[in-house]
């Protein structure tokens, strides 16, 4: 069991940043990948990006079209944490963020694991 705590969204103005922060506790070592979703106001939930954070693979990346070259995930392995961060942001960005976490890649990728945070809004005006 983990237990996923992300912060650090708000309201921004077009153009502007934010950093998101997703610090995973509980049973860490089933821990393989993290990743971002977000879901707009009657949209489905997307995923923004996701990284690998196991031993085979540590550092592989994937992200959506839609934020490639403005968004940029991480992760401090120490801290147990994941972090987005968001530059130039736009209207279209704006929704509900959420953390996953998985055993493996493809679960991430797939938004199919059972390990999710509770959310943080994130509000880009024009």
């Known amino acids: 069991q983990v237990q996923l705590t992300e912060s650090g969204g708000g309201s921004v103005q077009a153009g502007g940043s934010l950093t998101l922060s997703c610090e995973v506790t509980g049973d860490t070592d089933s821990v393989n990948c993290m990743g971002w979703f977000r879901q707009a106001p009657g949209k489905e939930r997307q995923r923004v990006a996701v990284?690998?954070?196991?031993?085979?693979?540590?550092?592989?990346?994937s992200y959506a079209a839609s934020v490639k070259g403005r968004f940029s995930i991480s992760q401090v392995r120490a801290k147990n944490t994941a972090y987005l961060q968001m530059d130039s942001l736009r209207v279209e960005d704006t929704g509900v963020y959420y953390c996953?976490?998985?055993?493996?890649?493809?679960?991430?990728?797939?938004?199919?694991?059972?390990?999710w945070g509770q959310g943080t809004q994130v509000t880009v005006s024009s």
């Open positions: 990284i690998s954070t196991g031993s085979s693979g540590a550092g592989t990346v």
């Open positions: 996953t976490v998985g055993s493996l890649f493809s679960r991430c990728m797939g938004g199919t694991s059972d390990s």
